[in-house]
Structure formats: C-alpha cells, structure tokens
C-alpha cells in the first residue's frame, strides 16, 4: 500500500480553467502538506493542515483553496489556472505530536497548464 | 527561518563513502538539523535527523560539529541508487512543522 498517494499524477489543461488535486495518506498521521517544485527545481510549502486545521499558509494566491475533509485526505482545488500555476505539487504528511517527526512525501502531481 | 549553506554538486564514485557537508551558522538552540532526499522524478524522502550528537541509520550517518554550525551527512557506500538531490534542512523543535528546502545538493555517482 502507498503511504501518502496523490491523483492525477499528471494533469493537463487550459489557462483558465479549475482543477483539482486529491491525496490520500494512509499513516494515520493527524498533519498534511501541500508543496510546489517549480520548473528551477525550488520547493515551497504551501499549506498545512493538522486535524483538518489550517496552521500554515504561505501567502499562495486565493485562486488555490486547500481542504481537509478528514485527517486522512487533503486536496487541493486551484481555479481560474494560469501559465506560472505549471509545476510538481507535492503532497506530504507527519505526525505533529512526534515533533521533529519526519514527513513523508506522495510522488508527486505534474500539473502543466497550456 | 535560518538558513543552510550546501555545495551545488558533487560527484563520488560508486561503492566509495560520500561526504556531502551543510553550513547553519544561524542555527538555534532548538533548531533540529534534518536530511531528505529527492530522488529523480520522486518526491522527497526522509534520510535522517539529529540535534547534538552525531546519528546512524540504515540509509546514513549525521556527524553534528560541536558548535552545530555545520553538519556532514555520511553515505558509508554509495551505489547508483544514491544519485539523487540531498537537501540539509533545519527545523524548529515543535509548534513549527514547516520544512524550508534549500538548493540542495545534486549527487552524481560514477559507476
């Protein structure tokens, strides 16, 4: 079984339209990431859920709206894309309580907007 | 968040140890000193963490300097699998879970 997995694992589409992005983590870890892999390779966080609780946002443009349904899952819902959305987001997940808990990271969704 | 300081690349032949070395002469008191690895076309993967004395795992050893300014993470024998960006992170010892990945370092091993 895959510990964190994430879907579509490539995604194409048009400037302007909505998309989504599922992951699914099955650790039973209670805290979720969202990261973007820009084309220079840079990797930056984006959000971060504990509990289906917003704790980080890294100033990322309204266009991209994350949600928690459960501990277990954490998607991410991105309208109105555009050209600079194109990139490798990745979803991860840890275990708050642990602290200095390592995370563990899905595979990777490559989003290339047109 | 402070900062972490790695060569660009490096190359090691396969089967010979790997030193890849990480400045943080900002580093804090609580600051944890933490490894991942990116391999090709895959998302991160944790590699190992310490906070003062130096650690081993399976994957690898962390030798920590004394005044944990800097750091060396040890890979005892490389093999073409270990070809990979390896990224040198601190991390604030709890009520922060954000990880800050840097430029890292590209690892190319020859075989």
């Known amino acids: 079984d895959t510990a964190v997995s994430q879907t579509p694992k490539y995604l194409v589409t048009q400037m302007g339209n909505d998309k989504s992005i599922k992951c699914e983590q099955n650790?039973?870890?209670?805290?979720m990431y969202w990261y973007k892999q820009d084309s220079k390779k840079f990797l930056k966080i984006m959000f971060s859920?504990?509990?289906?609780?917003?704790?980080i946002n890294e100033t990322v443009p309204n266009r991209f709206s994350p949600k928690s349904p459960d501990k277990a899952h954490l998607n991410l819902h991105i309208n109105s894309l555009e050209l600079g959305d194109s990139a490798v987001y990745f979803c991860?997940?840890?275990?708050?309580?642990?602290?200095?808990?390592?995370?563990?990271f899905g595979e990777g969704s490559r989003l290339t907007v047109l | 968040d402070a900062k972490t300081t790695q060569p660009n690349s490096m190359e090691s032949n396969e089967e010979e140890p790997v030193h890849l070395p990480c400045n943080h002469s900002t580093i804090s008191g609580t600051d944890y000193i933490h490894w991942y690895r990116q391999l090709p076309s895959q998302g991160p993967e944790y590699v190992i963490h310490?906070?003062?004395s130096n650690v081993n795992n399976r994957m690898a050893s962390l030798a920590i300097a004394e005044d944990r300014k800097s750091s060396t993470l040890i890979l005892h024998r490389a093999t073409l699998r270990d070809a990979a960006v390896y990224y040198c992170?601190?991390?604030?010892?709890?009520?922060?879970?954000?990880?800050?990945f840097g430029t890292g370092t590209r690892l190319t091993i020859i075989p």
């Open positions: 992170i601190l991390r604030p010892n709890f009520g922060n879970e954000k990880l800050t």
């Open positions: 650790l039973g870890h209670d805290t």
């Open positions: 991860a997940s840890s275990q708050r309580s642990l602290g200095t808990g390592e995370l563990f």
């Open positions: 310490g906070l003062t």
């Open positions: 859920y504990n509990n289906k609780e917003l704790i």
